[in-house]
């Protein structure tokens, strides 16, 4: 995940008023949580690599919960997400999705069906898109999103089985609109259910680093966010 469009317009942190959620420890991982469990349906948001404290990223899990869900923002980078100042590439190796995070992500999973989840949706933004890819074949999940991703390849998707949309930025260096239609069509000649959407004018991880006053930016954004929402809710029962 090279390149400056996965570490542009970075979040701004100290602005969390109106989060409704907590902080636990889930599957080893210290995590926002936002929702009752007793919904029995659960939801796993991957932050990017901007980490769990996002605010924006908050704020889609409180949204995710009002609909209903358990809602599990881990802290995937124990405490050393990417920050402006470090080298993405010396940053990069100690967080590799394909390895650490895929496993910590089935140990999240593990915990909540130990808990008593049902069923379990995982939502993955960039770098957690990364994470996502690697998921079903182990087939603890039940559904998945993937929001403008780092770089992905066709053997990346193959092993998918569960139902999985992607939502992409019309202009987008790590996914650009074409792969990931074309990772729909990989998905459908297997006769996996997926949804493939380009959302116009906007650019990678628009979907939680948008600014507040581009209205047109700030629309596509809720829009995903009801997109990825209609997806889970159709999936996770």
């Known amino acids: 995940m090279s390149g400056p469009q996965c570490c542009e317009n970075p979040p701004t942190f100290g602005s969390s008023t109106g989060e409704i959620g907590r902080i636990e420890e889930i599957g080893g991982l210290k995590s926002y949580i936002a929702g009752s469990l007793d919904s029995k349906l659960a939801v796993v948001l ?4 901007f ?3 996002a605010p ?3 704020q889609v899990a409180d949204k995710v919960a009002a609909a209903g869900f358990y ?9 050393d997400p990417w920050l402006p100042e470090k080298p993405l590439a010396s940053w990069l190796p100690n ?3 394909d390895d650490k995070g895929c496993e ?4 999240v999973v593990a915990d909540l069906k130990s808990k ?16 996502i890819s690697k998921l079903p074949p182990y087939g603890e999940i039940e559904a998945a999103v993937i929001l403008h991703p780092g770089p992905l390849s066709a053997d990346d998707i193959n092993a998918t089985k569960v139902p999985t949309a992607f939502f992409g930025a019309e202009f987008d260096e790590h996914a650009p609109p074409d792969q990931l239609k074309k990772f729909g069509e990989l998905l459908s000649a297997k006769s996996v259910d997926n949804f ?6 906007v650019a990678h991880g628009w979907s939680t680093r948008y600014e507040d006053d581009d209205e047109h930016v700030v629309k596509q954004a809720m829009e995903a966010h009801s997109d990825m929402l209609n997806w889970l809710t159709k999936y996770l029962k």
């Open 51 to 53: 980490g769990y404290e």
């Open 46 to 49: 991957i932050a990017d690599i």
């Open 104 to 107: 910590d992500t089935r140990k």
């Open 71 to 79: 809602v599990v923002v881990p802290d995937f980078f124990y405490g």
């Open 56 to 58: 924006k990223l908050r």
């Open 95 to 97: 967080h590799q999705p």
């Open 116 to 131: 008593g989840a049902s069923a379990v949706g995982v939502a993955g933004f960039c770098w957690g898109g990364m994470v």
């Open 196 to 201: 493939v959407k380009i959302y116009p004018g």
